[in-house]
């Protein structure tokens, strides 16, 4: 039969280990979700770069369409009026400043929409390191306290050895 003494340090051993592969599991489980929200949030910035680009290039193409059919405005209008051809040529530039427009608009999209992306995964990120470092703190608070109830089981152990070998102290 086993002493308290060994008994106590058994089972303190069994709750450290408990409390270990509870702190292994909560800290996996931390990283992996900030793996998921990492993953998460490049995959929208992706999607939102390739909007940007999709739009980015629907505008090009609208604006040499513009420009396009302006200049073949422009040159049937030389042929009949120079003053047609003056307007042809103003509703050109005006298309051209309106395709810039476009553009620029798209790529302030695209750049708002991968800054949101950005913002997400870095609060992301922050949550799982909080949830690591809670996790860790309650880990060292279960063990702290584990080693004191062991270590308080030994002294009982030791006073309870000491007082049945020696008979209680009695003062003189």
Same mark, same amino acid.
């Given at each position: 039969?086993?002493?308290?003494?060994?008994?106590?340090?058994?089972?303190?051993?069994?709750?450290?280990?408990?409390?270990?592969?509870?702190?292994?599991?909560?800290?996996?489980?931390?990283?992996?979700?900030?793996?998921?929200?990492?993953? &998460? =949030?490049?995959?929208?910035?992706?999607?939102?770069?390739?909007?940007?680009?999709?739009?980015? %290039?629907?505008?090009?193409?609208? =604006?040499?369409?513009?420009?396009?059919?302006?200049?073949?405005?422009?040159? &049937?209008?030389?042929?009949?009026?120079?003053?047609?051809?003056?307007?042809? &040529?103003?509703?050109?530039?005006?298309?051209?400043?309106?395709?810039? %427009?476009?553009?620029?608009?798209?790529?302030?999209?695209?750049?708002?929409?991968?800054? =949101?992306?950005?913002?997400? =995964?870095?609060?992301?990120?922050?949550?799982?390191?909080?949830?690591?470092?809670?996790?860790?703190?309650?880990?060292?608070?279960?063990?702290?306290?584990?080693?004191?109830?062991?270590?308080?089981?030994?002294?009982?152990?030791?006073?309870?050895?000491?007082?049945?070998?020696?008979?209680? &102290?009695?003062?003189?």
């Amino acid at each position: 039969m086993a002493s308290r003494q060994e008994q106590a340090s058994y089972h303190a051993g069994e709750t450290k280990a408990r409390a270990e592969e509870k702190t292994g599991q909560v800290m996996g489980a931390a990283q992996e979700r900030g793996r998921e929200a990492k993953h &998460r =949030a490049s995959a929208a910035a992706d999607r939102a770069m390739g909007r940007g680009h999709d739009a980015k %290039e629907a505008t090009k193409d609208r =604006a040499c369409q513009a420009k396009d059919a302006a200049s073949d405005a422009a040159g &049937r209008a030389v042929d009949s009026d120079r003053g047609a051809a003056e307007a042809t &040529r103003e509703k050109a530039h005006e298309a051209g400043d309106s395709a810039r %427009e476009g553009a620029q608009q798209t790529g302030g999209y695209v750049a708002q929409t991968a800054e =949101a992306a950005r913002q997400k =995964a870095a609060g992301a990120a922050q949550y799982a390191r909080e949830t690591v470092v809670a996790g860790k703190d309650k880990t060292g608070a279960i063990l702290q306290q584990a080693g004191e109830k062991a270590m308080n089981t030994a002294v009982a152990a030791k006073d309870t050895v000491v007082s049945t070998a020696v008979g209680p &102290r009695t003062r003189w």
